[in-house]
Nanobody, 122 residues
């Protein structure tokens, strides 16, 4: 059974950085980070293949966020730089199926983490 445990959220000023971590158990699989702002639909901001080579980024975070993974620790990371108030959301780690060239969606997620709040103040 897949389990995902996140850590690293918090409050940061605009322009600052945060790093989220997701410790996984139950196998090796595609991993992704989704976020859901208040009143908004949950969206995928980044995803990564088990190899760590193939990645996906939403246009809104390209050049600012970096997804990575350490397979020896079975952990994925989301380094978030140049944070903006519009990045404020609950961030969820996910195990998902994902075809290259397509945008990952919530429908493709097989397991979710518990979520961690990220708040960016202006």
């Amino acid at each position: 059974q897949v389990q995902l445990v996140e850590s690293g959220g918090g409050l940061v000023q605009a322009g600052g950085s945060l790093r989220l971590s997701c410790a996984a158990s139950g196998g090796t699989f595609n991993m992704g980070w989704f976020r859901q702002g208040q009143g908004k639909k949950r969206e995928c901001v980044a995803a990564i293949r088990p190899s760590g080579i193939r990645t996906y980024y939403a246009d809104s975070v390209k050049g600012r966020f970096i997804i990575s993974r350490d397979n020896a620790k079975n952990t994925a990371y989301l380094q978030m730089n140049s944070l903006k108030p519009e990045d404020t959301a609950v961030y969820y780690c996910a195990a998902l199926t994902w075809m290259l060239g397509f945008t990952p969606t919530s429908d493709s997620v097989s397991a979710w983490g518990q979520g961690t709040q990220v708040t960016v103040s202006s």
